[in-house]
């Protein structure tokens, strides 16, 4: 009986300083500082087991489609462009101030060796907390994820200026936001019978909303 009560002590010692902790906002959360050596290696390796167990449970249940059918990785190729360019940079491609200023600092996926489709596939639909991966699972149906996954597989191996003939033959712009395509050669050319949609100067800052594809006339 002793023993039950000095547990039950010692366990509400130990919840008191764990919310003397909590609400003495003595825990930095700054996404500036890199996290220090335990809370680091008990993120990466909480994070990795995970990401770990949630793809074996997958594994079976999933039918992995072949991932180098070309179309698959075109398909891709314009999500990743739209979605993951900015965090995550490419060949040729660097990364965003927004993906700058992540912690943990995103990696580049180009300079990845070895690939696991199922797990990619499960951090493309899930996402993973607490690092800015976003799930991409509300929005896009699997067969898109497969085709980033596909895309991915192949990433590693397009030098800079493959990556820009798949931007133009893919008719999309810079990354994320810019429709750079009504920039290039600088002033744009009206052609014969094409409507002049935007005065010289006023040009709007995006020329489509961020995110979404731009606007073809
Ligand atoms: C807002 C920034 C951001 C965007 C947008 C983003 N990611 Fe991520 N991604 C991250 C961060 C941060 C991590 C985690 C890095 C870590 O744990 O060290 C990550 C991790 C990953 C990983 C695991 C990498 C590894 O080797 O462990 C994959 C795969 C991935 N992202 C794919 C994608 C794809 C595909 C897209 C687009 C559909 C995308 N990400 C969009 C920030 C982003």
């Not at 130990?14 to 996404?31: H, K, R």
């Not at 002049?196 to 979404?212: D, I, V």
Request: aromatic share 6%.
């Amino acid at each position: 009986m002793k023993t039950v009560l000095k547990l039950l002590g010692l366990l509400a010692v130990i919840v008191l300083a764990a919310l003397l902790f909590i609400f003495s906002g003595c825990f930095d959360v700054a996404a500036s500082k890199p996290d220090a050596g335990l809370i680091a290696w008990v993120l990466r390796t909480t994070q990795a087991r995970s990401v770990h167990r949630a793809a074996a449970s997958l594994e079976g249940k999933v039918q992995v489609p072949k991932l180098d059918d070309p179309a698959l990785v075109r398909t891709g190729f314009a999500h990743y462009h739209e979605m993951c360019v900015t965090c995550h940079a490419g060949p040729g491609v660097e990364v965003s101030e927004i993906g700058m200023g992540l912690n943990p600092f995103p990696p580049e996926l180009a300079k990845r060796r070895g690939d696991e489709p199922v797990e990619d596939f499960w951090i493309v639909k899930n996402g993973i907390k607490m690092t800015g991966m976003p799930s991409f699972g509300a929005t896009h149906t699997d067969d898109e994820v497969w085709a980033i996954v596909a895309f991915l597989k192949r990433l590693p191996k397009l030098s800079p200026e493959e990556y820009q003939a798949m931007v133009k033959q893919a008719g999309l712009g810079a990354p994320g936001v810019e429709g750079e395509e009504h920039e290039h050669g600088g002033q744009h050319q009206a052609e014969p019978g094409e409507e002049h949609h935007e005065e010289a100067g006023a040009k709007p800052p995006h020329a489509h909303p961020p995110g979404t594809p731009p606007h073809k006339d």
